[in-house]
T-cell receptor, first 117, second 113 residues
Framework: GAGVSQSPSNKVTEKGKDVELRCDPI?????LYWYRQRLGQGLEFLIY????????KSGLPSDRFSAERTGESVSTLTIQRTQQEDSAVYLC???????????????FGPGTRLTVL | GNSVTQMEGPVTLSEEAFLTINCTYT??????LFWYVQYPGEGLQLLLK?????DKGSNKGFEATYRKETTSFHLEKGSVQVSDSAVYFC????????????FGTGTRLQVTL
């Protein structure tokens, strides 16, 4: 079946502009995650949506970052007033939820490469 | 907090050589441990995982054993191929409700003929 998809694949923007990144999870996956991968670094957790529960926003680096998810489908990550340090690959992942709220293996999308000039 | 430390790359090996990529972690309780791989131009893929101490994850000839006593999850392969050239990430997720993954910085492997 279809995997996690993300759009756009590449985004170049000017400093100070707002950007929206989209993630379509695997159908039926109730958990959805956003990560950021800066050049030469590991992935940093940003935010996690689990079904209808309140999202875990503990990884968002500033109030310029926000994310929404409509039900158990599409999610949008929004970065307001972009800065050069926001340049990174933004990865989305989704997973099933097993009993007791334990999440299953995370499947990653191809990522959106954001470049802030 | 949780953290993952893996050996820095790049690691360059000849085909059929033995591979070890070290990974150690810091976490409370008994986290689940993962190796993810990112092939050139592709997304991140789960390679193998282990969910409790002494478990061995294996896939595509790669193995890693969850060592609680040394807090390690080293990745090994007996005979690498050129097609194994990729970036390898060690990661953990917390015990119980799991959720977010904590990743190491990645190790680039280059296999030559």
């Amino acid at each position: 079946g279809a995997g996690v998809s993300q759009s756009p694949s590449n985004k170049v923007t000017e400093k100070g502009k707002d950007v929206e990144l989209r993630c379509d999870p695997i159908s039926g996956h109730t958990a959805l995650y956003w990560y950021r991968q800066r050049l030469g670094q590991g992935l940093e957790f940003l935010i996690y949506f689990q079904g209808n529960s309140a999202p875990d926003k503990s990884g968002l680096p500033s109030d310029r970052f926000s994310a929404e998810r409509t039900g158990e489908s599409v999610s949008t990550l929004t970065i307001q007033r972009t800065q050069q340090e926001d340049s990174a690959v933004y990865l989305c992942a989704s997973s099933l939820l097993r009993g007791g709220g334990v999440t299953d293996t995370q499947y990653f999308g191809p990522g959106t490469r954001l470049t802030v000039l | 907090g949780n953290s993952v430390t893996q050996m820095e790359g790049p690691v360059t090996l000849s085909e059929e050589a033995f591979l070890t990529i070290n990974c150690t972690y810091t976490a409370t309780g008994y986290p689940s441990l993962f190796w993810y791989v990112q092939y050139p131009g592709e997304g991140l893929q789960l390679l193998l995982k282990a969910t409790k101490a002494d478990d061995k994850g294996s896939n595509k000839g790669f193995e890693a054993t969850y060592r609680k006593e040394t807090t390690s999850f080293h990745l090994e392969k007996g005979s690498v191929q050129v097609s194994d050239s990729a970036v390898y990430f060690c990661a953990l997720s917390p015990t119980g409700t799991a959720s977010k993954l904590t990743f190491g910085t990645g190790t680039r492997l280059q296999v030559t003929l």
